[in-house]
């Protein structure tokens, strides 16, 4: 099976999202990854409120043949805006996007469940499906329990994302992968070039330039790492 490249978020964060949709095309890339929410400290994103920006994405999209892959990034906390998240899914939907990258922070791991397939139902209604992302310093924090959360919401559009860096970080094996219930339940997997080897005793500044593999069809990737301090080839 072939699969398209989707060029990541993280790959271009430098530059604006129209010319991201530029590189994306003039670099062989049919999809695109957007950031419209936070992760963490980051101002807020202008594509999430700026309508006239939305057009120029918009128009860049239609122009290139290129479709956007997934959205960024919906923190599950113990405190949630229901509302921006409503926004948020809106923008999602008129981007025309099919994903959306999801964090598990809430603690509680039953209640984060629920929060999961609450933004799941809200997510659906656009076409879209909630894929979490379990990561070593997030509640959420390895594969087991991402299928836990996952279960426990019971949503057909929710599925697990697998980064490759998180997946040696949390100790998870390729047989606990494969011991997945069911194929839907993996949506996608991230890879990093400083994924793949981890030596003991050495200590390396890991590359965000990322690539996703879809399990339904789907492929992000980025272009080789171009930064000196990177040691991911290492």
């Known amino acids: 099976m072939t699969h398209p490249l989707s060029l990541a978020f993280l790959t271009v964060a430098e530059v604006g999202p129209v010319e991201a949709v530029h590189i994306a095309a003039t ?28 057009r120029q994405v ?4 239609k122009n290139t043949g290129v479709d956007v892959a997934d959205v960024e990034i919906v923190r599950l906390g113990e405190h949630i805006d229901w509302e921006l998240l409503e926004r948020f899914c809106d923008r999602c939907g008129e981007l025309g996007a099919r994903h959306v990258l999801v964090a598990g922070d809430d603690t509680d791991l039953a209640r984060q ?4 397939g609450r933004f799941a139902d809200m997510a659906a209604a656009r076409g879209l499906t909630a894929d979490l992302e379990f990561m070593p310093w997030t509640a959420a924090c390895d594969l087991a329990t991402a299928v836990h959360v ?3 919401a019971n949503r057909q ?3 697990i994302l697998i980064d490759a860096l998180h997946f040696n970080r949390a100790g998870t094996s390729l047989v606990d992968v494969a011991a997945l219930e069911s194929a839907h339940q993996l949506r996608a997997v991230l890879r990093r070039p400083g994924a793949i080897r981890s ?18 069809g789907g492929h992000r990737s980025c272009g080789p790492c171009q930064d000196d301090s990177c040691r991911c080839h290492d």
């Open 113 to 116: 469940a629920v929060s999961l």
């Open 157 to 159: 559009n929710v599925g």
């Open 58 to 61: 918009t128009l860049a999209l």
């Open 150 to 152: 996952t279960n426990t």
């Open 199 to 216: 030596q003991p005793g050495r200590t390396h500044t890991h590359c965000e330039r990322r690539a996703i593999v879809s399990g339904n």
């Open 27 to 54: 670099t062989g890339y049919q999809k695109i990854g957007f950031r419209i929410l936070p992760a963490g400290g980051e101002r807020p994103f202008p594509l999430l409120t700026d309508n006239s920006l939305l």
